[in-house]
């Protein structure tokens, strides 16, 4: 009962303010149409968040990816992550914290064009393993690696 | 001046594009220490890139990418002259873009 309340509300808001924005002139079609994954951001459960993106958490270890991060990050507001994969056919691949508050930091849809690889810089708040996700034949492939934090970079 | 800045380097037959854009990326976390009152959140939602026209990549994020985000990406089948356009949308519907000739 009260969950359907909380997924009612949800949808009202999120396709109220999409409709605000398009009337507003602020977003092409193409963008509506690509949304942002709003129920898989945000403070929840990293099962919840994986689960609110692809319909499923359930991972299979792979060694066909690669996670480049420091061991130990000194500064949490700028930790450094590549993940590259040999996996074929990638869809998406997905970087999270699995520790975080808010665990799926970023996620990447990508085309054939695409090759298995994506590098940026994330804010860490506290030392966690790093969860690299990616989509590929339907299934989602995953490796993790620990990223000890000195010093804490989310709130302040 | 454009907030973005995208280097696109050909490889074999592979465009290595390196781009930086400039935004303050808040969480909504942070507090401003004079006043003590909440920044509010301010963060890139989602980064499109298209190649020669094709959008070959969607990024969604979340104010965990840092500030100043850095992003890098491989386009496969790319070769010197190819046009790379990143875009960029945050949560108060402001947006950018840029386009650059591959190298």
Not at chain 2, 23 to 42: D, V
Not at chain 2, 92 to 99: I, P
């Amino acid at each position: 009962m009260n969950m359907k309340r909380r997924v009612f509300l949800k949808g009202t808001l999120a396709s109220g303010a999409v409709a605000v924005a398009v009337g507003a002139g602020l977003l092409t079609s193409g963008q509506v149409l690509a949304s942002w994954p709003e129920s898989a951001f945000g403070n929840r459960p990293f099962n919840d968040a994986l689960s609110n993106l692809h319909g499923s958490a359930d991972l299979s270890d792979s060694d066909a990816i690669e996670i480049e991060a420091p061991d130990i990050a000194e500064n949490g507001m700028v930790v450094p992550i590549t993940i590259r994969t040999s996996l074929s056919n990638v869809e998406s691949i997905d970087l999270l914290v699995a520790e975080g508050n808010s665990p799926l930091t970023s996620s990447y849809q990508m085309t054939p064009a695409v090759a298995g690889f994506i590098s940026t810089r994330i804010k860490m708040g506290q030392s966690s393993d790093v969860v690299a996700v990616v989509k590929s034949g339907g299934k989602l492939h995953s490796a993790r690696r620990e990223v000890k934090v000195t010093v804490g970079g989310c709130g302040g | 001046m454009s907030t973005i800045r995208i280097r696109a380097r050909v490889q074999g037959d592979v465009a290595e594009v390196r781009s930086l854009i400039r935004h303050p990326m808040e969480t909504g976390l942070r507090k401003n220490k004079k006043t003590g009152n909440a920044i509010p959140a301010h963060f890139i939602k989602q980064v499109n890139c298209e190649h020669n026209g094709n959008k070959v990549m969607t990024a969604n994020w979340s104010a965990a990418i840092s500030t100043n985000p850095y992003l890098a990406f491989d386009i496969k089948g790319a070769k010197s002259g190819d046009t790379v356009k990143i875009s960029w949308t945050d949560n108060e519907g402001k947006s950018d873009s840029a386009e650059v000739n591959v190298g």
